[in-house]
C-alpha cells in the first residue's frame, strides 16, 4: 500500500468511524434522555431513527455531488454540519430541538460511507475493493464498539451533554484533517452537468439489476443496524434479564465481531473467487448465517449469550460486500451514485425498522421502561420475515443482465 492510499483509507475510515458513533451513540444516552425528558419507546424510536431520515434524505444528492466535487471537498464539509448537530442535540431541553438536531447529524455525516468506497475506488484496483471496503466497514465497527462499555463507562462520571460536545470537536478535526491532508482526485469533466447526473441516478433507481443485486443486503442490513443501534440494549435487558453493564459489554462483543467479520470476509471474499465462488453467491451465504443467528437468539439457543452475539456481529456486515458488487456492474464514474443510492435505501429501512419495532413495543404497557418479551419476540420476528423474504428474490434467477443495465445507466449519466 502505498503512501498515498494508505492516506486516503486513513482519513475516510475516520469519517465513517465518526458516522458510526454518531449512528449508535443514542443506545448509551437512551435510559438519560429517557429519564430527563419522560420519552416512550415509540417516541425513543422516532428520536433515535431521525439520524436515518437524514441520513437517507441526503444520499441522492450526496451522491451527485461526490461525482461531481469530489470525496475530500464535499465529506469535509458536511462533516461540519453533524458537529453543529451534536452540539445542539447535548444543549437541547425539548424533544422537539433533540430531533432537529438528530436530523441534522443525520444529514452531516450523510456522505462518509459512499465518499469511503468512492475514494478507494479511484485508490486501489477492484479486486481489493472487497477487503479495503471491509476494513473501512472495520473501524466504522469500533464506533459500534465505543458505544458499548466505554461510553456506559464514561457516562459513569461525565453527562451525556458533555459527551455531545467532545463528539463535536472530535467530528470538526475530522473534517479539517480531510479537507487539508486528503489527496485532490480529478473528477470526469463530462460530469459537469448535474441535471444529468441526476437523471442517471433515477435510471439506477428503476434498474431491476440493482434490485437484484440489492434486495437480501438492504434488507438484512437495515435489521441489523436498526437493532444494533437502539434496540439491541433493549432486548437484553428485556428479553435475557443481563443488567445494564452486562447489556453495554455484549453490545462491546457485537462490534468487535463485526470488525473481525468485515476484515475476515473481505479477505475471503477475494480468496474464493480464486476458487470460483462469486462475490456476490458468498455474500448471500454470509447474509443467511446472520438469519440463523437471529433465529438462534429469538428461540433461545442453548448457547453462551457471547457466542451469539458474536455471531451476530460476525455475519451482520456481510451484506456490505454488495457494494464492491456494485461497483463492478456500474461505470466508475457514477459509483458515487451507486454507492449512496444503495446507503439511501438501507438507511430508509432503519428509519423505518426502528420506528416500527418502537411502536410495537408500545402496544404492551412499560414495566419500569421494561417491555415484556412477548413484544420484543413480536417485533423481531417480523424482521425475520422480511428477510427471508428478501432472500427469496435474491436466490430466484435473474432476467436482466448488470451489464447491459450499466450501459444504459452510462449513456444516462
Keep these: 500500500m502505498s503512501s498515498t492510499q494508505l492516506r486516503v483509507f486513513l482519513l475516510f475510515s475516520a469519517g465513517y468511524f465518526v458516522s458510526y458513533v454518531f449512528r449508535g451513540v443514542n443506545l448509551g444516552f437512551a435510559p438519560f434522555i429517557t429519564r430527563d425528558l419522560g420519552l416512550s419507546a415509540a417516541d425513543l424510536g422516532v428520536l433515535t431513527s431521525l439520524y436515518f431520515l437524514g441520513f437517507a434524505g441526503a444520499q441522492i444528492p450526496a451522491g451527485v455531488l461526490l461525482d461531481h466535487f469530489g470525496a475530500r471537498r464535499v465529506t469535509a464539509v458536511t462533516l461540519l454540519f453533524a458537529a453543529a448537530g451534536i452540539w445542539m442535540f447535548g444543549a437541547a431541553h425539548s424533544l422537539g430541538m433533540m430531533m432537529a438536531g438528530r436530523l441534522l447529524i443525520g444529514v452531516g455525516v450523510s456522505v462518509c460511507l459512499g465518499a469511503a468506497f468512492k475514494a478507494l475506488a479511484q485508490h486501489f484496483a477492484s479486486a481489493r475493493l472487497p477487503l479495503m471496503n471491509g476494513l473501512v466497514m472495520a473501524i466504522g465497527g469500533f464506533g459500534g464498539v465505543m458505544v458499548g462499555s466505554p461510553l456506559t463507562w464514561i457516562l459513569t462520571f461525565s453527562s451525556w451533554r458533555s459527551v455531545c460536545i467532545g463528539l463535536g470537536l472530535l467530528t470538526v478535526a475530522v473534517a479539517f484533517a480531510q479537507w487539508t491532508l486528503a489527496p485532490e482526485t480529478k473528477e470526469p469533466h463530462h460530469q459537469a452537468s448535474l441535471g444529468a447526473q441526476f437523471q442517471g441516478t433515477l435510471h439506477i433507481v428503476r434498474s431491476l439489476a440493482f434490485w437484484k443485486i440489492a434486495s437480501f443486503s438492504v434488507v438484512t442490513q437495515g435489521v441489523f443496524y436498526a437493532m444494533q443501534s437502539l434496540w439491541v440494549g433493549a432486548w437484553l435487558r428485556d428479553v435475557q434479564g443481563f443488567d445494564a453493564r452486562e447489556a453495554a459489554g455484549l453490545v462491546s462483543i457485537l462490534g468487535f465481531a463485526m470488525m473481525a467479520g468485515c476484515v475476515g470476509f473481505g479477505a475471503a471474499a477475494r480468496s474464493l473467487e480464486r476458487r470460483g465462488v462469486s462475490l456476490q453467491a458468498f455474500c448471500g451465504i454470509g447474509m443467511a448465517l446472520y438469519v440463523l443467528t437471529q433465529l438462534l437468539i429469538v428461540f433461545n439457543a442453548p448457547l453462551p449469550?457471547?457466542?451469539?452475539?458474536?455471531?451476530?456481529?460476525?455475519?451482520?456486515?456481510?451484506?456490505?460486500?454488495?457494494?464492491?458488487?456494485?461497483?463492478?456492474?456500474?461505470?466508475?464514474?457514477?459509483?458515487?451514485?451507486?454507492?449512496?443510492?444503495?446507503?439511501?435505501?438501507?438507511?430508509?429501512?432503519?428509519?423505518?425498522?426502528?420506528?416500527?419495532?418502537?411502536?410495537?413495543?408500545?402496544?404492551?404497557?412499560?414495566?419500569?421502561?421494561?417491555?415484556?418479551?412477548?413484544?420484543?419476540?413480536?417485533?423481531?420476528?417480523?424482521?425475520?420475515?422480511?428477510?427471508?423474504?428478501?432472500?427469496?428474490?435474491?436466490?430466484l434467477p435473474g432476467r436482466t443482465p448488470v451489464r447491459a443495465t450499466a450501459r444504459h445507466a452510462e449513456q444516462d449519466a
Design 305 to 395: 449469550a457471547s457466542l451469539l452475539w458474536a455471531a451476530y456481529g460476525m455475519f451482520g456486515g456481510t451484506g456490505i460486500l454488495t457494494y464492491a458488487v456494485m461497483a463492478r456492474s456500474f461505470p466508475a464514474q457514477m459509483i458515487g451514485r451507486v454507492n449512496t443510492t444503495l446507503t439511501l435505501i438501507i438507511f430508509l429501512l432503519i428509519f423505518g425498522f426502528q420506528i416500527g419495532v418502537g411502536a410495537i413495543l408500545s402496544h404492551w404497557p412499560a414495566n419500569g421502561g421494561h417491555y415484556p418479551a412477548a413484544a420484543h419476540l413480536t417485533a423481531w420476528g417480523i424482521l425475520i420475515a422480511l428477510q427471508a423474504l428478501s432472500a427469496v428474490w435474491y436466490v
